[in-house]
């Protein structure tokens, strides 16, 4: 069974930083593209950052200049690097792992507060 496994949430104060991090087992990690997602309270859920198999990154606008996504191959791991977060950025986040012959799988959240 697949499993994508999140680390790095947790509190932290505005304009601190976190890492995030995506552990992938049981699927070919270097043929997926994979991405961050965001869900706040009471909104939809929406993509925070990709990187495609060869590398390739998309920012939402939100996070452009602030994150930075990032993933080894080797360790088969994505990271999401935060930096000079805000209250806005409070939301569970996901990690989504998708490659069209075989369709995407998402990890169970971890929960980002950003609060004083």
């Known amino acids: 069974q697949v499993q994508l496994v999140e680390s790095g949430g947790g509190l932290v104060q505005p304009g601190g930083s976190l890492r995030l991090s995506c552990t992938a087992s049981?699927?070919?990690?270097?043929?997926?593209?994979m991405g961050w997602y965001r869900q706040a309270s009471g909104k939809q859920r929406e993509l925070v950052a990709s990187?495609?198999?060869?590398?390739?990154?998309n920012y939402a606008d939100s996070g452009k200049g602030r994150f930075a996504i990032s993933r080894d191959d080797d360790k088969r791991t994505v990271f999401l690097q935060m930096n000079s977060l805000k209250p806005e950025d409070t939301a569970v986040y996901y990690c989504?792992?998708?490659?069209?012959?075989?369709?995407?799988?998402w990890g169970q959240g971890t929960q980002v507060t950003v609060s004083s």
């Open positions: 989504n792992a998708q490659w069209s012959l075989v369709g995407d799988y």
């Open positions: 049981r699927i070919t990690f270097s043929r997926f593209n």
């Open positions: 990187i495609s198999s060869n590398g390739i990154t």
